[in-house]
């Protein structure tokens, strides 16, 4: 249902002042509010939480709309415990003047989530939909939720926003909302039921089907919060300060050395990259589409070439990277990652966890549901490996400005170092011609992305994906 009562003004300023607002920078107006309706599972006392889907349109000259979902926890009197929630006030239609709170802070309002995944466990087919709103609530078998566990918000930069219930289920409600089925959703509900041990288990989610087109909106998704498990990327920062601190030991040599982490990750994507061609569709794609990709990838630099103009002493090298992939007979595509890094992957007590199956947050939701080649999610590790030991190097660099040499030397040692073990181990052994082609112009691909986006963004950190460049074909 359209809603007029609410202030744009009021959205637009709540947008501005969220983490996981996307479209910061850019001048925006609402240009449209819809209400889906009431979470279920509401009780006497409690808040009214109502979904609402906010549309976006920019003004600048890229243009374009955007569509956000915002959960409001509705209140008759403020609530002084939630003013850093405070989203604003207003006269509800048959309700009265309410002061409105984002919901995903309220442990009132999130209470209301998990009565309502608790109450699907016994709905037929473990679907729970409400008649008025819409919302569907799914449950995958398997493990029984505690309806009175608290829920905690996730900090931190996020695209979505992160809540926690207990210590044992985290629900992840998407901001930036489009209609199709959630990669994140449908990859960790495959994985899940075939007993893949490298992801979080799903619990559940959360969708509706719009009235008047049909088409499914995918809202949250309910999953195993892995509590002791830690980040992959704090893991190999952690690794590279134990070596630097160790000046006269080789990577190999000093006890946080990373290699065994790697070949186990490297082991850990190949199971999973095995389950989602069993159990998704895949194919072999012909020369058209292999020239296809090597096109997209050419067309990426020539748009990074203005922007990153030193890339142009690289282009010639990079083109005929990218020329080998357009002479391939074939490709081979999968259900991927999409957007693999060390960020996405935590270390638990039983082994390596691959995380957050959305895809490249740039896409639209129709391309990251197309099948990929494996050696995309290959090569955004192996740039990961490239990038921790950089990081750690530069932050030395003010406090001991002479050792950036040896600093330097040891970055590589260590990054060529993981890289190798966690290929081996992925591979199984040496890459035929056709995966080592494959591989070098993914690498090449996401460090001119990277260029890109270091130039825009971290303008002194642009020669880490440059120095990567100048690697190729050396």
Known sequence: MKVDHIDPSVLVDYLGRTRWFGGKGRPFEVSGVERVGDVPGAVEGGPRVVVHLVELTYGDPEGGTDLYQVPLSLYTDPQSRLDHAFVGWWEEPDHGWVHAYDALHDREAMASWLRTFVAAETAPDGRLTDADSGLSFHRVPGHALDPEAHSTLFSGEQSNSSVMYGEDALMKVFRKVTPGRNPDISVHDVLTRAGSEHVADLYGWVDRTDPATGEVYQLAMLQQFLRTATDGWDLALSSVRNLFAEADLHAHEVGGDFAGEASRLGDALREVHDALATHFPSAEQGADEARALADAMKGRLEAALPVVPELAAHADRLRATYDAVAALPAVSVQQVHGDLHLGQTLRTAVGWKIVDFEGEPAKTLAERQLPDSPWRDV????????????????????????????????????????????????AGGELAPEQQVLLDAYVADKAVYETVYETRNRPTWVSIPLDAIARIGA
Request: aromatic share 12%; charged share 30%; no cysteine.
């Open 379 to 426: 090569a955004g590790m192996l740039r990961s490996f490239d990038y921790a030991p950089r990081v750690v190097e530069r932050s030395h660099t003010e406090d001991d400005p002479e050792g950036a040499t040896q600093r330097a030397y040891r970055a590589e040692e260590w990054a060529h170092r993981n890289r190798n073990h966690f290929l081996v181990a992925y």
